[in-house]
């Protein structure tokens, strides 16, 4: 009897103990964006996660810095999403790209992208990613700015068209698409993360989920 007992409470330790150090089973991920590389991109830690459509107004503020926009939109995007998930960590993020206080955002059309282009060619343009993790429980938010600095070559009129045929990157801050034929219109980037470029800071992301109990490792 005493032998069965030792093993029950055995047992259950082990049982204790290995909830304790798998917490990623706990609370569900959300990443608010139907983007697929960033989709790509949360899924290389190895995470379970859902992605919804948070349908967040993107218009720029008056008088309000890149900085302060990428950030007010990664959190506006969490909490867009919250309500549906109200147990979830919910991650989001928007990116705005700036040169000399002008701020470029997607350009929608081809006409649009041309000219941001022509604008950016030969000078070096701040691509700052906004991050923002959610705890829809608590309310919490976790934000961090992760800045990338992109020098383009100083493309010809015809490369930037070429370009623009082929990629067609109008859903992209600056018309500049990395993770695709968008590299070969870059002279050198400056960053602490390469994944910030392309739409989701895996590092600062890695730092955020510690805080929330949540080890990608």
Do not use: W
């Not at 569900?28 to 919804?52: C, D, H, Q, W, Y």
């Not at 992109?150 to 490369?159: A, I, K, M, Q």
């Amino acid at each position: 009897m005493i032998l069965f007992l030792a093993f029950e409470v055995k047992a259950a330790l082990q049982l204790f103990l290995l909830v304790r150090a798998t917490p990623m089973s706990i609370k569900k991920i959300v990443l608010a964006s139907t983007s697929p590389f960033r989709r790509e991109l949360l899924a290389r830690l190895g995470l379970v996660f859902e992605t919804a459509n948070p349908g967040t107004d993107e218009t720029l503020l008056l008088d309000e810095t890149p900085e302060t926009s990428a950030l007010r939109l990664s959190e506006a995007k969490a909490r867009a999403v919250a309500d549906e998930y109200p147990e979830a960590l919910i991650i989001g993020s928007d990116q705005v790209a700036c040169l000399d206080g002008q701020v470029f955002g997607k350009p929608g059309t081809h006409e649009n992208a041309v000219k941001q282009l022509q604008v950016m060619r030969g000078k070096t343009v701040n691509f700052f990613t906004g991050l923002c993790l959610l705890n829809a429980k608590t309310g919490r938010a976790h934000l961090r700015g992760v800045p990338t600095l992109v020098t383009f070559r100083d493309l010809s009129n015809n490369e930037i068209e070429n370009y623009l045929r082929r990629e067609q990157p109008y859903n992209c801050a600056g018309s500049a698409k990395s993770e695709g034929l968008g590299i070969a219109v870059i002279a050198k980037m400056e960053g602490s993360d390469p994944n910030a470029l392309i739409g989701l800071p895996l590092i600062a992301l890695c730092d955020l989920l510690r805080i929330e109990n949540i080890n990608v490792i």
